[in-house]
């Protein structure tokens, strides 16, 4: 992908607006978590809005993405509200599933949610793209198959991957490497940690995944390639939790705190988009602090509206 | 012998200190073992047994298996974790047309038999659609292999030892929501409860209720409140085997009482209570007074906030109880 890049002000400021957003969200659910009112199983995305963000903006409204269980962002941009995925976590009507799935089981017509059994997900993504594919739609739409660190060892990944390239489809592979699988360093459990490599032939770039620009221009080069008949790439997102695999791990077991403070101060995806924008002087920091009070007072709204909302 | 108090999960570290200590070829691998498991079953192993003996997967349960066929047939004692039960699907091939099929298909030649997988199971209030599981019905269609759920911790040291033991590759279910629920005091030391034989735990004559893992504790509860609301006296078993079952002990009761309920946590259709079901009404038609029940969950994916309607609870069980002593 080329290194230089061309974005519109406007853009940056609903990119900074949602990366907040989705930011907030994710600590609204863990504070609904602790208070019990979330029960059940909660993986948070804190640290990794950069991928979510940065995809999304690349990419047309109907592209499809599927992914596992660290999914609220992406339900919630792609077709979804906060407060659906509030309400789906706190188990209520106004839910995207109607409640009745919870945290990994959220879904819109073009996001796939959303699954539980880790890998599970991307032989399914290259069915979509298939489809997609076979309903003559792959040369301006493709579908982005993502899974973790962890998830890349099984072996139905591989078997997507041969069947992608074998039919040329238009699959995009995204490995969101956020370092850890659940407790396991990567380097414990795989024994190539270029994860951006192991598609065989299909080729690979490896991201800075805690940038949202370098994620919009991965994401934009790899839908180019994969429309223009090119077949699946593999896109290697190297990001990092701040937070614990799920709410029952604490994330100071396996990593220092050290390690953790540090990509907070250093590598945070929204400050430094914030840096990159006052920077760039796209806006002054008066309008910035607006749009964190406005996202603050939007997701209060969102779960108050979602506690209001009936059970099932 | 000496004994000491210990939950669920203890009991099942003792028995594979017991089991590591006295074979020497004995290791224990699976995801997240290493640091004690993420139910804390396998704690101290690594550091007591060492780093080659007790060791991490990476995340790949089709390969967990099938590398635990390989050791369980060069003769050394495999004993693998699947981290939930939820997850052992990928392993069916291997566990259902390798490891069960292994000494058929070699003319005895061959075997895995040192082979014994161990996965958590079961409903435990929270774990939704892939945290909840009982897929023992899955494996009870396999001829080959042999699958235990024990309903606590005395019980699970002796089955799980007798399992690892075993010259047939076993599945263990340990019933997840009794890990820290259950505490009894345990042997220190190693023994046996066989394999293939269901325990009588309370008899009676009305009428025979079954049941394996948490559900046991359901229906022992079921049969007091039998007793005490409808003076009716219940025979209640823990099938502890599913496969090869019991057939004696379920039948023997079932002629005496003439009546039988069946509960689980699985799905209804297809669930092992249709088994049992079938076996028994071939064996003891003539003695039943009522027609075979099950009470099992519904037909449909473990819920996430409807589990508590899903669960086949006491009251279901009580119900159809009444309507059998009615019929």
């Known amino acids: 992908p080329a290194l230089e890049q061309e974005v519109s002000k406007a853009e940056l400021v609903e990119i900074y607006r949602d990366a907040v957003q989705m930011r907030r969200m994710e600590m609204a659910c863990d504070q609904l978590y602790k208070a019990k009112m979330i029960r059940g199983f909660c993986h948070l995305a804190i640290g990794q809005e950069a991928v979510s963000v940065g995809m999304h903006h690349a990419i047309k409204k109907d592209d499809k993405i599927i992914t596992a269980y660290r999914c609220h962002p992406f339900a919630a941009l792609r077709g979804g509200t906060i407060k659906g995925v509030i309400a789906e976590l706190l188990g209520r009507e106004a839910g995207m599933s109607k409640g009745k799935g919870g945290s990994m089981h959220i879904f819109t017509p073009t996001f796939f949610g959303g699954n539980g059994i880790v890998g599970a997900q991307v032989p399914l993504g290259a069915g979509i793209a298939f489809a997609q594919q076979y309903l003559g739609q792959d040369n301006e739409h493709a579908t982005f198959a993502m899974y973790g660190d962890g998830a890349s060892n099984q072996g139905q990944v591989f078997e997507a991957y041969n069947m992608a390239k074998l039919w040329n489809l238009p699959c995009v592979f995204v490995c969101e490497n956020n370092l850890y699988g659940m407790g396991t360093s990567a380097a414990r459990s795989s024994s190539n940690t270029k994860y951006f490599q192991r598609g065989d032939l299909i080729p690979g770039v490896q991201v800075n995944a805690m940038d949202v620009l370098s994620v919009m221009q991965a994401v934009k080069y790899a839908k180019e390639w994969t429309t223009s008949g090119k077949g699946p790439l593999l896109l290697e997102m190297v990001t990092y939790r701040y937070g614990g695999h799920s709410m029952s791990d604490p994330g100071t077991t396996y990593r220092t705190r050290e390690e953790i403070q540090h990509m907070r101060s250093s590598n945070d995806p929204i400050t430094g988009l914030k840096n990159l924008l006052l920077e760039w002087g796209v806006v002054e920091e008066a309008e910035l602090k607006k749009i964190d009070k406005e996202a603050r007072a939007v997701v209060e709204k969102a779960v108050e509206e979602a506690k209001a909302s009936p059970e099932p | ?327």
């Open chain 2, 1 to 327: 012998g000496e004994t000491q108090k210990m939950n669920l999960f203890q009991s099942i570290t003792s028995a594979l200190d017991n089991a590591l200590a006295k074979d020497p070829t004995a290791v224990v691998f699976g995801e997240d073992v290493a640091f004690g498991g993420v139910f804390r079953c396998t704690v101290g192993l690594r550091d007591k047994y060492g780093k080659d003996r007790v060791f991490n997967t990476p995340l790949c349960e089709q390969g967990i298996v099938g590398f635990g066929i390989g050791i369980a047939v060069t003769g050394a004692t495999a004993i693998a974790e699947i981290q939930f039960a939820d997850y052992i699907f990928p392993a069916f091939d291997q566990i259902v047309n390798e490891a069960a099929k292994y000494r058929y298909r070699s003319g005895d030649l061959f075997n895995c038999g040192n082979l014994t997988i161990r996965a958590p199971w079961g409903c435990v209030g929270h774990g939704a659609l892939y945290h909840s599981q009982s897929p023992e019905a899955f494996f009870a269609h396999c001829p080959g292999i042999k699958v235990v759920i024990p309903r606590s911790p005395l019980q699970a040291k002796g089955l799980l030892l007798s399992c690892i033991e075993d010259k047939n590759p076993c599945i263990f279910f340990e019933p997840k929501i009794l890990y820290r629920a259950a505490v009894e005091q345990v042997p220190i030391e190693p023994y046996n409860i066989p394999l293939s034989q269901a325990e009588v735990l309370q008899t009676g004559s009305d009428v025979t209720m079954v049941a394996w893992g948490t559900q046991v504790h359901v229906i022992k509860e079921v049969a007091t409140m039998a007793q005490e609301k409808l003076g009716v006296s219940c025979e209640v078993i823990d099938l502890r085997t599913i496969l090869p079952w019991d057939t004696e002990t379920v039948c023997k009761s079932v002629a005496k009482t003439g009546r039988l309920l069946i509960s689980h946590e699985a799905p209804l259709t297809g669930g092992f209570a249709s088994e049992i079901s079938s076996t028994v009404q071939e064996e003891c038609f003539l003695n039943l007074e009522a027609p075979i029940t099950r009470v099992c969950g519904y037909d449909t994916p473990f819920p996430h906030i409807f589990e508590p309607f899903y669960i086949p609870d006491k009251w279901k069980c009580y119900d159809a109880l009444r309507k059998m002593i009615n019929y």
